[in-house]
């Protein structure tokens, strides 16, 4: 029985290969246990209180959640417990599926253990905090569904950073000139969608190597910006003096205890990364446009067969892709200060990139590695206040040290679209 | 009642190339047109342009007595015209139903994909035409025979009449192939038109209901299934007398030279694509490895060379293992290697003739002193082999990638056999070639082998294996399934093996039954 002993033979390697797996995760968990209770368990005095503040600065006294005080040694040592128990079981058993699930639960008992520990006998706002991810989260959410418009088509856009910035600049200047954040919004998006046009021109019209396209829009728009800042925007600061759009609580939802003033009390950014987010997944998955689109992406040739423009595909979703990272980038002038400073976006699209890889190109996973990202760059300023004795870069680092290792093999690869990159060349 | 569809006067020019002329053609309602020709005949060409993938420089085409303008898929389809092509055009990691409406999609409130009633649509065609499939699955999941019934499927779901189908057999089993001539006997029974484009012989016998054969670009002559023979279509398609057989004496094999022990291989996206092969290959024999592509003979082909690392499992060449040589080590104990894609690993198309005859032995005097190159001496020897391999080049100084399939592939034999060498490896030596060089190189491997050298002749072609082999080995999934005498083996059988039945299920041919290879 030929057919049946090569499934069988084939299985059991990878019977092999599942179990080696479930064993170098096992490992892990009880790795990151112990190295919890070494850095942070092992040095906190028995008596001492962490304390979580879990009310938005502006919620009314009347309506506050009291503090969340927990005893600082017992609860690392309690996630430190669960934890090593996870591994055991994990080294004794497997998880099986639930794996990643795990692995996603060891690291954040870790993460709360360390502020846990950096809280000790002080105390931290927890819902600011989040709140704060969230923000830090909006601009990186927009860029990685930018680049999934753009790459599911076919068309690797590196110059997302670019054309964040450039956003971000006209977005100031027109919306100062005119008084009017709205038209510096429009402004935004439409010199963002106006460069992606040119990305456009240059990957699927001319076949330029599009990193080497991505690349020169980049150096061309921090070189454009920071020339107009110096000269312009910097001497005459009422070109430089748009505002920003106010937060506007969603009624109802905004009065949600705690989750409330995280996600639905915020500006129209925020608001409009949920919809978006919503909208390019249900039009990615569901549409007629979204199911061409993903043709073209992986096998453009096939696509052409049936009658498909290749190119008019790629063209529309690469406009897409621009006008939503206008919209990003408008997020950094009129969703948070109100006015550009040189290089301001300062690597926020390429980071933006990565969140779409780490979330395999999916607007729901690069949402969350989106959020991941932000929890960093909030927790980095956090831990500037409570005098933590690590250097902020450190942790700034740390989520991209994370990234790199989950790409490598924990999350399994992750495969961009076939035909990412390739300019289509008709027969 | 007219023709469903004529061609008049088709012309197509490439630079250098005139890839149709005035070709004239016609297919009626109801009837299985094969098109049969060499590669580079121009079929694929001239079914591109009634496709519309290619604009005709001169001629017209007429559907249903209507004369048409085609100028992109899109006219095609609405003509009723549809074309299953050679390499698959399917979307690997989308479902059936989706690669199925993909262009003529369902839509639920002017937006939504409905692919419910999409669904339902190809099970209905299905059913109908007995081309069952899943439309759920993914193709990436699918066999590559249920690839091209989902192929035929999109063209039924987009109404067409008339199918094109360019080399379907290309990529199947003997009885695969069997399996799609009944379906397009229902689909003609059921009132649509077919033009089969094939260079198989066989085939066209057994399915066509006329036949069209093409030579360099012009139609050479017409023929019926019952009047024609196997030899007399050939000499239409080559335009002189073939030899069909190839002659060889009885084997004297010698000593094992190639010796392989439960060898276990991963392809590049870590899929175990050899799984537990051992072998042996001997003096002054030829072990043919059948199987249909992809079924691991290519990772087997580079773990033996050195190209690719193996997983478990040892190999030995002549005595000396070999599991983790490099393949200069794999050449200089006496490996020959004729690889599987000539234009990306046996040539380096940019570089003259002449170096390209020199690329496994450049390093050596009398072609290097030190590290300056000899060029004279590489000329020198360049323009011996030239003659004496009967490549037709301009010149030695002629980029290899100037030069025609036939001559790419002599080049490289003549590089590979022109040392003392004590095996050779030679996967698909003959794919894409015209019964010419085919027949040359058959008789240069013939050759080797009388010379004492071992042969693993690697084929997806079974005509081909069955033509040079002394023994068959063959490998489904990774495995080789049976080793046969090539004097007991039958294509059915063989064919059989190759799907994945197991050798206990199927009785074995009778002892002394004479096969007759045919190409």
Excluded at chain 1, 121 to 146: C, E, F, H, Y
Excluded at chain 2, 421 to 441: F, N
Aim: glycine share 10%; aromatic share 8%; charged share 20%.
């Amino acid at each position: 029985m030929a057919t049946v002993t090569t499934t069988v033979s084939t299985r059991m390697l990878t019977e092999q290969a599942h179990q080696t797996r479930q064993r170098v995760f096992g490992v892990v968990f009880i790795v990151i246990a112990l190295a919890s209770y070494w850095l942070f368990a092992r040095n906190v005095d028995g008596g001492l209180v962490s304390t979580f503040g879990l009310n938005q600065g502006n919620v009314p006294a009347a309506e506050r959640l009291p503090d969340w005080e927990i005893p600082s040694y017992g609860t690392v040592t309690a996630l430190v417990v669960v934890s090593a128990a996870v591994g055991a079981y994990q080294l004794a058993r497997g998880f099986g599926r639930a794996t990643s699930v795990m692995l996603g639960l060891v690291a954040l008992f870790f993460v709360f253990s360390f502020l846990t520990w950096a809280t000790r006998d002080q105390a931290i706002n927890l819902a600011g905090m989040l709140k704060t991810m969230v923000s830090r989260a909006v601009p990186l959410t927009l860029g990685a569904l930018s680049g999934i418009l753009c790459e599911r088509a076919g068309v690797v856009n590196i110059a997302i950073e670019g054309l964040m910035l450039s956003a971000a600049m006209m977005a100031a200047l027109v919306g100062s000139v005119t008084h009017n954040l709205w038209i510096g919004l429009l402004a935004a998006m439409l010199t963002s969608a106006l460069l992606a046009l040119f990305h456009g021109v240059l990957s699927i019209k001319y076949k330029v190597d599009q990193i080497i396209s991505g690349t020169v829009i980049n150096i061309f728009a921090a070189g454009i910006t920071s020339f107009i800042s110096s000269k312009f925007l910097q001497v005459f600061q009422e070109l430089n003096n748009a505002g920003t759009f106010q937060a506007y609580p969603i009624p109802v939802l905004s009065k949600i205890p705690f989750i409330g003033g995280i996600f639905f009390d915020s500006n129209i950014f925020t608001y409009g990364a949920y919809v978006l987010l919503i909208v390019v997944h249900v039009g990615l998955f569901y549409t007629r446009w979204g199911l061409r689109a993903r043709a073209v992406g992986e096998h453009p040739r096939a696509a052409d067969t049936l009658g498909i423009n290749v190119f008019r595909t790629r063209y529309v979703n690469v406009v897409l892709g621009g006008l939503v990272a206008g919209f990003g980038g408008g997020y950094f002038t009129l969703g948070s200060v109100g006015r550009f400073d040189e290089l301001m976006t300062a690597g926020r699209g390429f980071i933006s990139l990565a969140a779409m890889i780490f979330g395999k190109w999916t607007p729901f996973g690069a949402a969350g590695s989106a959020l991941i990202f932000g929890f960093a760059e909030s927790l980095q300023g956090k831990l500037a206040i409570l005098k933590v004795p690590i250097p902020s870069q450190f942790l700034l680092m740390a989520p991209y040290i994370a990234t790199m290792i989950a790409l490598a093999g924990v999350v399994g690869r992750a495969i961009p679209p076939a035909a990412d990159g390739q300019p289509y060349e008709k027969q | 009642m007219p023709p469903i569809l004529e061609l008049h006067g088709i012309t197509k020019h490439f630079p250098g190339v005139l890839a149709n002329d005035h070709i004239d053609l016609t297919l009626n309602q109801g009837e299985i047109l094969a098109l049969l020709g060499e590669n580079g005949a121009g079929k694929s060409t001239l079914m591109n342009v009634l496709y519309g993938l290619y604009q005709p420089d001169q001629g017209e085409i007429v559907v249903r007595g209507k004369r048409i303008t085609v100028h992109s898929p899109n006219d095609a389809i609405a003509a009723g015209v549809g074309m299953v092509h050679q390499h698959f055009m399917l979307v690997p990691v989308l479902t059936v139903t989706e690669n199925v409406m993909l262009g003529v999609e369902s839509l639920t409130a002017g937006v939504f994909l409905d692919r419910k009633a999409a669904a339902a649509r190809i099970r209905e065609i299905s059913k109908q035409y007995g081309l069952q499939v899943d439309p759920e699955a993914y193709i990436k999941d699918l066999p590559v025979g249920l690839q091209q019934r989902v192929e035929i499927i999109k063209l039924l779901y987009r109404h067409a009449d008339i199918l094109i189908l360019d080399e379907p057999t290309a990529v199947l089993t003997p009885q695969e192939a069997d399996e799609l001539f009944k379906v397009m006997r229902s689909l003609v029974a059921q009132g649509k038109s077919i033009i089969f484009i094939t260079h198989k012989l066989r085939e066209v016998l057994a399915v066509a209901d006329r036949i069209d054969v093409l030579r360099l670009g012009k139609v050479v002559g017409e023929a019926g299934p019952k009047t024609a023979t196997e030899s007399l279509l050939a000499s239409m398609m080559v335009g002189r007398q073939v030899e069909l057989r190839v002659h060889k004496t009885v084997a004297k094999p010698g000593e094992a030279v190639l010796r392989v022990n439960d060898l276990r291989v991963l392809d590049d996206r870590e899929n175990l694509m050899v799984d537990g092969v051992s072998f042996e290959v001997r003096a002054g024999e030829i072990l043919g490895v059948a199987g249909v592509q992809g079924n691991g003979q290519t990772e087997l082909v580079e773990a033996l060379t050195g190209l690719r690392p193996t997983l478990a499992g040892r190999m030995f060449i002549d005595g000396h293992e070999v599991t983790r040589a490099s393949p200069r080590r794999v050449v200089e104990l006496g490996v020959a290697h004729i690889p599987e894609d000539r234009q990306s690993d046996g040539l380096v198309l940019s570089y003259p003739v002449a170096d390209n005859l020199v690329l496994n032995t450049y390093y050596l005097p009398p072609f290097a002193r030190g590290v300056v190159m000899q060029q004279p001496e590489i000329e020198r020897a360049a323009a011996e082999r030239v003659e004496q391999f009967d490549v037709r080049t301009p010149g030695i100084q002629t980029t290899a990638g100037s030069l025609s399939g036939g001559n790419q592939q002599k080049v490289i034999v003549a590089r590979e056999l022109s040392r003392p060498i004590k095996l050779l490896i030679a996967a698909q030596p003959t794919r894409g070639l015209d019964v010419g060089s085919i027949e040359y190189i058959h008789s240069r491997i013939i050759e080797k082998r009388a010379a004492g050298c071992a042969v693993l002749a690697v084929s997806t072609e079974l005509d081909e294996i069955l033509a040079l082999s002394d023994r068959i080995a063959v490998m489904y999934r990774g495995r080789i399934v049976a080793t046969v005498e090539a004097r007991r083996a039958t294509k059915e059988y063989l064919g059989l093996l190759m799907a994945g039945v197991s050798p206990d299920q199927i009785a074995p041919p009778e002892e002394g039954e004479e096969v007759q290879a045919v190409f």
